[in-house]
């Protein structure tokens, strides 16, 4: 079964940093490209960020570079998002998910990713 288990959100000042971590199980974690998303109360869910199967390559929406950084440890079967300079507006829900998917180009939709999880509650006070 696989599982994909969130961590690191809380509440932070504007300005501030948290890294979250997403734990995988289940699946061999080398095999799958990893993304993150956030859902914000009243929207939809949305591209974060994606990195590839060896960690080599990342993509991120316009919204958060040079500000967020996606890195993972294959031997940890874990993948990082480490946010610096923190919003009001990265105030959402946090979802790391997996795709089985090997890419060249970006895939940054919802349905591109096939595995969840449940998310962690970031939280930017201004």
């Known amino acids: 079964q696989v599982q994909l288990v969130e961590s690191g959100g809380g509440l932070v000042q504007a300005g501030g940093s948290l890294r979250l971590s997403c734990a995988a199980s289940?699946?061999?974690?080398?095999?799958?490209?990893m993304g993150w998303f956030r859902q914000a109360p009243g929207k939809e869910r949305e591209f974060v960020a994606r990195?590839?199967?060896?960690?080599?390559?990342?993509w991120y929406t316009d919204s958060v570079k040079g500000r967020f950084t996606l890195s993972r440890d294959n031997a940890k079967n874990t993948v990082y998002l480490e946010m610096n300079g923190l919003k009001p507006e990265d105030t959402a829900v946090y979802y790391c998910a997996a795709d089985p998917v090997s890419s060249f180009s970006l895939r940054s939709a919802v349905y591109d990713y096939s595995f969840w999880g449940q998310g962690t509650q970031v939280t930017v006070s201004s």
């Open positions: 990195i590839n199967k060896s960690g080599g390559f990342a």
């Open positions: 289940g699946r061999t974690f080398s095999n799958d490209a």
